[in-house]
């Protein structure tokens, strides 16, 4: 089945997550995996529904229990099964390394968690025609220094930064490109097959072409799913 996760960032008040939670309630998730990473303090709220948790990021310093911190033992005691790690605004914003990267993907395996490791190149290394190297550089930088068993547990999220909260024209020639890169060089030197998924503006517009790319495995959604029949449109599209 396709991975649909739903990256809702710092979106949504209390009373429009239980709004939403509601939606999400009569949507029909059977035939996907409905991964949903709401911000932390709603995480609560869908301990006991029909979806699979995400949370949007974790702490680097895990063991040291520092204030504003959420720890992996909390997040596990609601059941969150996911964790993001690496996505663009957290490099860009936070200045995240790749050395910080890896240590909070290490930290997330070792304690249970799935990662949902974020990549993608921008629009100026494209320009200079290095986003292969780009992407092979962050693959290995953290494939690297994992076991094959912990590799398996990882999700690819491909997301060119350019296309994250834009309105870009797609190249869809160019986006299954990238993924059959992507999916070749991890089964090339680490023997693993990984799922693979695209995200950057993917909405209910511009999901019937996308879906045509047999090589994904399914999408990182952020402004596409916050409205509740946007996300009912998309899963049943994915559905079919």
Known sequence: MKYLICNLK????YAEMLEYKDALNKINTENINLILAPTSIYLP???DSKVLLSVQDIALNENLNLTGDISIFQLKSLDVKYAIIGHFE???YYK???FEILAKIKDALEN????IYCIGESSEERERRVEYQVLER???RVLNKL???EIKNIIIAYEPTDLIGKTSTYDFLKIRSMIIFIKKLIKDYYGVNLDVVFGGSVCPQNLNDLIKLKELDGF???TGVLKPENLDEITRKMAT
């Open 10 to 13: 710092a979106n949504k008040t």
């Open 45 to 47: 709220l869908f301990k």
């Open 90 to 92: 957290r490099r860009k």
């Open 96 to 98: 995240e390394s790749e």
């Open 112 to 115: 249970g968690l799935k990662v």
């Open 138 to 140: 962050q693959i290995a």
């Open 147 to 149: 076991s094959n068993e």
């Open 220 to 222: 990182i959604v952020c």
